[in-house]
């Protein structure tokens, strides 16, 4: 008896495996082509984004065998479409509007990105502290802006403390 129900649990579990397999959702693992792609600041800068990101801020994804097999495809295939539409290092320009730099920095340093249930199948994307900090700079420097914003920021500061420094002399 209990054989039998034991055996009729894994039959239905298989049999709801193997439907799930039909579902045609995350089967498109197409990577369109490389448009457009920053001007890297230095190709170690790359290198890391490579490694970190690019498996879902890029058209060049590498979809490994489980990405063909629901339920994991959908999880997968969903991360990546999303990813590309917020930040796409192959289509660079789009989407985040000039915030791409200060955007990046953030979610590397909360530990959002490169996303912690993408690790343990992808030990390459764990950065260390120090490559982490390489990525961060290299990232604000070939984004531009929120440096240069930064910088300005502490130029209006100076001019400030000028002021102020002519404003007791008199
Ligand atoms: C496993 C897939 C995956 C990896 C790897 C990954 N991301 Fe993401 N990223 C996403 C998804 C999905 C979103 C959109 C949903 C969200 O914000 O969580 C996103 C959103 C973002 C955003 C936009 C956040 C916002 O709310 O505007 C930035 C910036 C970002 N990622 C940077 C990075 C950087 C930098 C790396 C590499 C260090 C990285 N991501 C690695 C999947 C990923």
């Keep these: 008896m209990i054989k039998k129900i034991l055996l009729i649990g894994i039959l239905v579990i298989a049999g709801g495996f193997l439907l799930m397999q039909l579902v045609p959702y995350g089967r498109n693992h ?3 082509p490389v448009v457009n792609e920053p001007n890297w600041d230095n190709p170690e800068t790359r290198a890391l984004a490579e490694r970190a990101c690019f498996d879902c801020h890029s058209n060049e994804t590498v979809w490994p ?3 063909n097999i629901a339920p994991i495809s959908w999880l997968v295939y969903h991360d990546t479409m999303e990813g590309r539409e917020y930040l796409n290092f ?3 320009g789009k989407g985040l509007e000039g915030e791409e730099g200060e955007e990046m920095v953030e979610q590397i340093k909360q530990g959002e990105m490169p996303m912690p249930i993408y690790l343990p199948m992808h030990p390459e994307a764990q950065l260390t502290p ?3 900090s390489t990525l961060i700079s290299g990232l604000l420097a070939t984004a531009g802006g929120s ?3 930064r910088e300005g920021e502490a130029h209006e500061n100076e001019a400030h403390e000028d002021e102020r ?3 007791d002399g008199d």
Excluded: D, I, L
Aim: no cysteine; aromatic share 16%; hydrophobic share 20%.
């Design 90 to 92: 192959s289509e660079w």
């Design 30 to 32: 197409t990577n369109p």
């Design 147 to 149: 440096e240069h914003e």
């Design 130 to 132: 120090a490559e982490k």
């Design 165 to 167: 420094g002519e404003a």
């Design 65 to 67: 065998w489980y990405s």
